[in-house]
C-alpha cells in the first residue's frame, strides 16, 4: 500500500489541483489512520477516476468497492495482504447543498510542505467544526489538539469567518452555544447571500441526487449462510475486522423492524409461553400450510420494510451491511424458521425481497459440523447442502466458500470475490 499511496502523491502533485484535509503528517510513507480525506474539484476528480484503475494496477492492489454521493467518491482499495484501505474523495464542503466553505478558496490556501499539500490550520479545524455544529453535535474530541492549534495559529481568521456566517451574531463562542437549527438557518442566509444562483443550483442538484438515491442500493450488502456449526461467525467477525477501516454493520437474520413472530403471538395471547430455547434454533414442532405462510409473509414484510427504515439509511451513508443467514436461510433451512415450505417456492421469493449483491456460502465436512453441532444429523446437514448447490448454480450472486481451513483462508477467498467482482473505477 506504501508504495501505491507513494505513487498517488506523486502523481497528484505534478497533474492535480488538491489537498489533504487532515492527519496529512507522515504522508504519502506513513498513515496510521488508514484512510486519506482528499480535496479535488469536480472537473480534477473526474480526470483522477480514470487514472486510479491503472495506478493500482500497477502496484497490485484492488477495488474492494466504490460509493458515490454529492459531496464524496469513496474508494475502499485491498492490497496483496488482503488489508483494505480507504480514500475519500471530497468535491464540496456542503451540507444538504448549501455551502458551508468554498472548495476553489479553500484550495487557493493550500499549503505544500515538501511532499503533499495539505490546509492551513484554520481550514484543517473548519470543515469538521461547521459540519459538527450543523449537525448538533460536538467537535470531536479526538480532534482537540486540532482546534487548539488553529484558535492559536489563526484565530482571528477563524472567528471572522464564523461572525460572518452568523450574519454579525458572534463567532466561535457564538457557534459553540447556539442550536444547530439557528446554526442552519444561518448557513442558508449566508449561502444566499454570498451567491444567490450558485446556493439555488446547488441545493436543487442535491435534492435530485437525494431522489435518485431512494432508488439505489450504494454500498454494499453482503449475506453469509450455511449449516449451523460451519464456522461463519468466526469468518464473519474477522472480516468485520479487517475492513475496520468501515466497519460493516452486522445483522442476524433479517433487519428485525418486527419482532419475535412467538413474542407477538404472546402479546395479543394466542399462545401462553414463548420458547426462547435460542441455543436449539431446530426444536419447533411441525407446522402446518397455513401457519408456514403466515411466517412467511411476516418474514417477507420485515425484510421489505426493514430494509427500507434499518438498513438502506445506513447503506446511503456508505456503510457495508452484512447479513448472519438472511433468506437464504430461509429458502434451505426452512424447518430452522418453522416454515414448511417447497424450498423452489422459497427460493422463488427472494426476487421480491432487498436482495445481497453477494452470498457467501459456507462449505465444511459434516464430520467436522458434527463435532461442533450435534443438533443436526448428517442426513439434515446433506438436505442443506444439496439445497444450497441447487440456489447457487442458478443465481451468479451466490458463491462457496471452503472453510475447512482457517478462518483468515476462508476471509482471504470473500477478499478475493468481492474484488475482482467489483471492477474498477467508472
Known sequence: MKTFLANLFDVLNREYRYAVLRNFKGLPDDNPSRDIDILLSRGELSRLRG????????????????????????VVIIDDDHEAFQLDFQRNFA??????????????????????????????????????????????????DVRLSAIAEDGEKINA???????????????????????RCHAFAAALK???????????????????????????MVSFSGPDGCGKTTVIELLRQRLA????????FRPSLLPNLGEVAHKARIIDEVD??????????????????????????????????????????????????????????????????KPGFLAFWRF????????FLFRVDSETILKRKTELTKEDID?????????????????????????????NQILDILTKKQGFVR
Open 276 to 341: 426462547r430455547d435460542f441455543n436449539q434454533p431446530h426444536r419447533g414442532n411441525r407446522t402446518g400450510l397455513v401457519s408456514s405462510l403466515i411466517r412467511l409473509a411476516y418474514y417477507a414484510f420485515d425484510y421489505s420494510f426493514g430494509y427500507l427504515i434499518a438498513v438502506m439509511p445506513l447503506r446511503q451513508r456508505k456503510h457495508i451491511i452484512f447479513f448472519d443467514r438472511y433468506f437464504t436461510d430461509v429458502i434451505v433451512d426452512g424447518e430452522r424458521s418453522r416454515i414448511y415450505l
Open 95 to 144: 451540507w444538504m447543498g448549501i455551502d458551508l466553505l468554498d472548495e476553489e478558496r479553500v484550495l487557493d490556501q493550500r499549503v505544500f510542505n515538501g511532499r503533499i499539500y495539505h490546509l492551513p490550520p484554520s481550514l484543517t479545524f473548519l470543515p469538521k467544526y461547521l459540519y459538527s455544529r450543523i449537525l448538533g453535535a460536538e467537535y470531536p474530541s479526538k480532534y482537540a
Open 383 to 411: 438436505v442443506i447442502y444439496s439445497r444450497l448447490e441447487l440456489l447457487s448454480s442458478k443465481d451468479r450472486r451466490y458463491h462457496w466458500i471452503d472453510n475447512n481451513g482457517t478462518p483468515e483462508s476462508a476471509v
Open 161 to 183: 469567518y464564523l461572525n460572518r456566517m452568523s450574519g454579525g451574531r458572534g463567532g466561535l463562542e457564538y457557534w459553540d452555544a447556539t442550536g444547530k437549527w439557528t446554526l
Open 352 to 359: 421480491f425481497l432487498p436482495r445481497c449483491e453477494y452470498n
Open 51 to 74: 487514472v486510479l484503475p491503472q495506478l493500482m494496477a500497477q502496484d497490485h492492489c484492488r477495488i474492494l468497492y466504490t460509493n458515490e454521493d454529492n459531496q464524496f467518491f469513496t
Open 245 to 252: 477501516v468501515n466497519t460493516p454493520v452486522l445483522f442476524h
Open 194 to 220: 454570498c451567491d444567490f444562483s450558485r446556493a439555488m443550483r446547488r441545493m436543487g442538484e442535491f435534492l435530485w441526487r437525494y431522489f435518485l438515491d431512494l432508488f439505489r442500493r450504494r454500498g454494499l
